[in-house]
């Protein structure tokens, strides 16, 4: 389950920077840089210099956020020897989170019944990285978006292992993937907000990619297993959604306090089933929490530090490339074909989308920087 895009997905677009042709303008000679946020909150933020050649290293950020915390743009990189350092950073985070299957998949917990596993395995997931994360939270603070953003995050956590538990790691990894898609149909339903012509690519390849893998799988017996994914994907974009309400929050407090509710709400359960974890399951179970969730937060967190938000989101792609092959190498888990090209559809949407529209915008941004059009 990656955080690279509920991190990216708490920066919309209304965060980035404006410039000629885009969502805004950014005029040759004047002090200010007018964009959607400065026009809501009624005000724009003075630039460092009135340059337009300036710009290009200037930061927009909301009232109340944090530039000590700068969130991921394109333009907070830093000079060619930290991107290096970044894109190293981001691909170690996507391989241990990509380790998930691995411990979800352990004959270690083949003594747990299948079909709360996945319960199980959350909770003790959940509560340890909500242990681990503690030293990071800053300024916590009540918000009425944490409810729907902490209901979402408990339920994907419970589904998605539930879903490892009950079908292919590869059914589940790519089925929650199609959450990009969710994300749209959420902002347009519920918060009526338009959806931008390249974010039909991945709705409609993520949809035949579904498509592909419900034909084969909604009649035989992993057909639990495939819902549970599905709703892990709907969940997860629930997440996505809700913590972009919740930009200006401190972002360790946010992935804390998502896990800790997650631990809670699932305890009940916990108790009343009475099923606890061997010494040795509960080495494997800290380490589930530490190795594959906790570290890579760390690891993508300050990435985001050195290298442009799309590229950690393409570099993280790798996650639901590799898990099935770790599955596969270690446990001997083989994804149906029919799974493969339903991957391959979800597959070419994301990086359409986050890697091939992306790099095009940038570039076009990079060229009006250094080519301003006065007005």
């Known amino acids: ?11 919309s677009r209304e965060l980035q920077p404006a410039y000629n042709g885009g969502i805004g303008r950014f005029r040759g000679n004047a002090d200010f840089a007018e964009t959607p946020i400065s026009r809501k909150h009624g005000a724009a933020r003075p630039l460092p210099d009135s340059s337009t050649r300036q710009f290009k290293h200037y930061i927009m950020t909301p009232a109340g956020a944090s530039e000590s915390s700068p969130l991921p743009t394109s333009d907070n990189a830093e000079p060619c020897p930290s991107k290096a350092l970044g894109r190293l950073l981001v691909l170690l985070a ?5 380790t998930s299957g691995l411990f979800a998949k352990a004959p270690l917990f083949a003594d747990w019944p299948e079909d709360i596993r996945g319960i199980l395995l959350g909770f003790w997931r959940a509560g340890v990285v909500a242990l681990v994360l503690i030293p990071g939270v800053r300024s916590p603070r009540w918000n009425v978006w944490l409810i729907p953003l902490c209901l979402c995050f408990a339920g994907m956590n419970v589904s998605y292992l539930t879903g490892m538990s009950l079908t292919t790691a590869a059914n589940t990894i790519w089925l929650q993937n199609l959450a990009p898609s969710w994300v749209f149909l959420y902002t347009l339903l519920l918060f009526r907000e338009p959806i931008a012509r390249e974010d039909y690519i991945p709705l409609v390849l993520g949809l035949f990619g579904v498509g592909v893998i419900l ?4 009649h035989g017996q992993d057909r639990l297993g495939v819902a549970a994914g599905i709703f892990s994907g709907m969940t997860y974009a629930g997440v996505i ?9 401190n972002t360790v407090y946010l992935v804390f306090l998502c896990h800790a509710f997650s631990a809670a709400i699932v305890f009940p359960l916990f108790l009343y089933y009475g099923i606890w974890p061997t010494p040795v399951q509960l080495a494997v179970l800290f380490a589930f929490g530490i190795v594959q969730t906790g570290i890579p937060y760390v690891l993508f967190a300050t990435a985001l530090r050195h290298i442009p938000g799309q590229e950690a989101v393409a570099i993280g792609l790798l996650e639901p490339v590799v898990l099935p092959l770790w599955v596969y190498l270690v446990w001997g888990e083989l994804a149906a074909p029919w799974t493969l090209v339903g991957a391959g559809f979800i597959l070419t949407g994301l990086v359409a989308r986050y890697v091939v529209v992306e790099a095009i915008r940038l570039h076009d941004r990079r060229q009006t920087v250094e080519y301003p059009i006065e007005s």
């Open 1 to 11: 389950m990656p955080f690279s895009i509920i991190i990216i997905g708490i920066t």
């Open 94 to 98: 996507a391989l241990l989170w990509s």
């Open 215 to 218: 034909a084969f799988e909604i």
């Open 241 to 249: 959604v809700f913590m972009r309400r919740l930009r200006t929050e």
